[in-house]
């Protein structure tokens, strides 16, 4: 079982280039380095914030569309749908090659449009300032169609009669999105967020082929630095340490919001 294996090698000292025969044991030691390791924190730094940047601005904005393509009755939404989940079964390599020509300093379409309004070059995935942000916009495009359907799914499954009870009793918009949808959608919403939570930080696609974890390691995440100590310095035993704490971090941000929800739910 890959787990267990991995679990295993975490506590060896262990090249990739060698035999698994020439394992050596070191117990915890190695799970005792990554505290002392700042490639380690920065990395885990940078993937909380790419993660919090991710869910911050997808969730409200797929709850937002979700709602705009559910309850008006305009003709073509289904089209509209559809062309939203398009993005998410573009296969990443595609996609990455159209983002790395939108944030192409200088020629790229959104320099221009920076230019265009007077402002300098932003340097979108040049910049150590903005490289993480340009690369949690990617995120966005990319999965916000996911999880608009998704929540879409989550409006159908809440019965119209309430719906329409709460218009009768003079309840507008603000007062149904507050007081019916957000509640009757919880299920859902929680649901969302822990997806985008575990999607962001498994986030490794888009680090590799863009920025290579540059600029100056600004974008340095988790995934990419297990991909890196283990197949460019060799050192199974740490990578496979890293692995088994990114496993732990995606299971206790798993169980919080479950945890959360059960909570809530009991109120």
Known sequence: ??????????????????????????????YDALGASGNFRSALWHTVVYALMVVGITL???????????????????????????????????VALVWGNLYAPGYGPLDQMVMAVGLDSVGWISDPDVALFSLALFNVWQMLGYYTVLLIAGLTQVPAEVFEAARIDGAGWWRQT????IPLLRP????????????????????????QGGPSDATNVLTFEIQRTAFQFGLAGQASAMAMSLLLVLLVVAGTILTARRVRGTR
């Not at 787990?3 to 262990?14: C, G, N, Q």
């Not at 507050?178 to 949808?181: A, M, P, T, W």
């Open 1 to 30: 079982m890959p787990i267990v294996l991995t679990a295993w090698i975490s506590l060896h000292e262990w090249s990739m280039y060698t035999p698994m025969s020439e394992m050596r044991w070191l117990g915890l030691d190695n």
């Open 60 to 94: 409200p904005l797929a709850f937002l569309l979700a709602m705009l393509l559910y309850f008006p009755s305009v003709r073509g939404r289904h089209i509209v749908r559809a062309i939203l989940f398009a993005t998410y079964v573009v296969p990443t390599i595609a």
């Open 178 to 181: 507050v007081s019916i949808i």
């Open 188 to 211: 859902t919403l929680v649901f969302v967020a822990m997806i985008a939570v575990i999607n962001s930080i498994q986030v490794f696609d888009p680090v590799y082929l863009l920025t």
